[in-house]
Nanobody, 116 residues
């Protein structure tokens, strides 16, 4: 069974940076396209960045130019570098496959709060 463990969130001032990490265990990580998602209070979960198995990335318009997704297949890890953070980036961030079918058990997520 695949396990997803996200980390790296926290409280940061507007304009600051955070680097999120997600370790994936129990699956064929290197052959899967992966994504970072976020869910803000009262809103649906949305895909903010995706990366293919060979490293090609894509981003939601709201984060383009500020976020960078990367992966380390040797460590079964996907990262999200978030720069120039805005209050509207406040959410719980999750990783999973970039498209359906998702891994069944989502991780606990990592909370990002952007506030002065």
């Amino acid at each position: 069974q695949v396990r997803l463990v996200e980390s790296g969130g926290g409280l940061v001032q507007p304009g600051g940076s955070l680097r999120l990490s997600c370790v994936v265990s129990g699956g064929l990580f290197s052959s899967n396209d992966m994504g970072w998602y976020r869910q803000a209070p009262g809103k649906e979960r949305e895909l903010v960045a995706g990366i293919t198995s060979y490293g090609s990335s894509n981003y939601a318009d709201s984060v383009k130019g500020r976020f960078t997704i990367s992966r380390d297949n040797a460590k079964n890890t996907v990262h999200l570098q978030m720069n120039s953070l805005k209050p509207e980036d406040t959410a719980v961030y999750y990783c999973n496959r970039a498209r359906r079918p998702f891994y069944e058990n989502w991780g606990q997520g990592t909370q990002v709060i952007v506030s002065s």
